[in-house]
């Protein structure tokens, strides 16, 4: 898979980076087996996805972040709901389900159905890319074996992972969601509001290349993933090039990033709420079932209980 390829890119550039300062690597594995602690880190979150939580932020803008925990595991034994949690925008993820429940009372075949169906597809597509953003930030957690440690400031796309500091100066971040997307998609990946919509759209997904060169994706790239069809990296995209100052004199509305928000650093009170959440009843969706529901929203999904 490209995407396990390019984690493990990642990886070693992490690795070297922080071997080349004065800060501990936090790597205590060997960097010839990583394509095993890739593969291992992906089959323990298909197995046992990380806690999902839905938090009402108020910035659409900002659609999740991760939350690292400490764990005790090591790089054969990674416990995903252990290392960390991922926090949803509610109020992005209630857009995405308004979409289908409009999809749903819409008059067949209408104008309006269509409309909704391609929205729910696009959220669908949006909360993927997310998905995918936040992995690479609990992967940095599951090689390093802490929550301590953070991107180097090399490992980015663009300027995503700055900060000003307590000086009002600009200090270059690290974001490995930004570059494993950018090495994937061919950019960053950023969702601008369209004018002709209503609040509650998801967004049109455009890349940013190397440049800050934003260009539209081509729709039709995200039904083809959503569905399971055939696709290729790096995204496809169609019209003109956009600097940010042509986004600017657009127009062009932030209604979605994937860069990551600012997590709350675990406290007692933080990690006794998550121990309890871990005690809750846990319920299985069948993959094969969940695969085929983006084609088909009318799909029923068995839900079965786990624990």
């Known amino acids: 898979m490209q995407a396990n390829k390019h984690s493990l890119d990642l990886v070693v550039k992490v690795i070297e980076i922080r071997r080349a300062t004065a800060r501990p690597v936090g790597f205590t594995g060997k960097v010839e087996h990583m394509d095993h602690y890739v593969n291992h880190f992906v089959q323990e979150v298909q197995r046992d996805f990380p806690l999902v939580i839905f938090k009402r932020v108020q910035s659409i803008d900002n659609l999740a972040y991760t939350n690292k925990g400490p764990w005790n595991g090591n790089l054969d034994n990674f416990t995903p709901k252990e290392a960390g949690s991922i926090t949803f925008n509610k109020f992005r993820v209630d857009d995405m389900t308004t979409a289908h429940q409009l999809y749903s009372t819409s008059a067949p075949r209408s104008p309006q159905k269509k409309k909704y169906f391609n929205r729910w597809q696009e959220f669908l597509f949006m909360f993927a890319c997310t998905t995918l953003h936040e992995m690479a930030h609990l992967f940095i957690c599951y090689l390093s074996l802490t929550n301590q440690l953070d ?157």
Not at 151 to 172: A, E, N
Not at 209 to 222: G, N, T
Not at 240 to 269: F, K, Y
């Open 151 to 307: 991107t180097p400031p090399k490992v980015t796309h663009l300027d995503y992972g700055g900060v000003i500091d307590d000086d009002g100066i600009w200090q270059q971040g690290g974001d490995s969601g930004r570059w494993l997307e950018n090495m994937l998609y061919g950019g960053s990946i950023e969702f601008y509001r369209n004018t002709r919509e209503g609040d509650q759209q998801c967004g049109m997904a455009y890349i940013l290349d190397r440049h800050d060169i934003a260009r539209r994706l081509d729709p039709d790239i995200i039904a083809q993933i959503v569905e399971g069809r055939p696709y290729t990296f790096p995204f496809r995209c169609i019209g003109p090039g956009l600097s940010s100052q042509d986004r600017r004199r657009a127009g062009l509305r932030s209604m979605g990033s994937t860069v990551s928000g600012n997590p709350i650093p675990p406290n007692a009170r933080t990690m006794r709420a998550l121990d309890l959440m871990r005690k809750f009843p846990l319920y299985n969706i069948r993959i094969d079932e969940l695969r085929q529901r983006p084609a088909d929203p009318r799909l029923p999904l068995r839900v079965e209980r786990a624990r």
